[in-house]
């Protein structure tokens, strides 16, 4: 196996470990945003984030600590199942809890929560 697949298949093989740690294990002290919560993303996300959605609404799905526990503690950066349009939503990670606001709009929960169950079915 080639320096390049061994290395893909060890970070895939982390990354199912870290999944199944988040369903399994409970949350770590100090998330804000528990995992199932609906948040809107800040507009500006700062210079270094250029690159990643902004002004979105998602769904948190785990905080780093939670799925990789390395000690640190980290609390603060998310993944996030982002809602790209009505209807599509895809995951990423790593987002600061200060570029997050939880949602609290009732119609707009309604919204995003119904959707959320249309992907799932």
Not at 54 to 61: P, R
Not at 95 to 120: D, F
Request: glycine share 8%; proline share 6%.
């Amino acid at each position: 196996m080639s320096d390049y697949k061994q290395r893909l298949a060890d970070a895939q093989g982390y990354y199912a470990q870290g999944l199944k740690r988040v369903a399994t294990t409970p949350e770590p002290d100090g998330q804000k945003f528990p995992c199932g919560m609906l948040v809107k993303v800040a507009d500006d996300l700062g210079p270094s984030m250029t690159h990643f959605e902004s002004g979105v609404y998602a769904q948190v799905q785990h905080v780093y600590d939670h799925a990789f526990p390395t000690g640190s503690h980290n609390v603060e950066d998310y993944s996030l199942l982002i809602r790209k349009e009505p209807g599509r939503w895809y995951g990423v990670a790593w987002y600061h809890e200060w570029q997050l606001e939880e949602v609290t709009n009732p119609e707009t929960l309604s919204m995003l929560q119904e959707e959320l169950n249309k992907e799932a079915q």
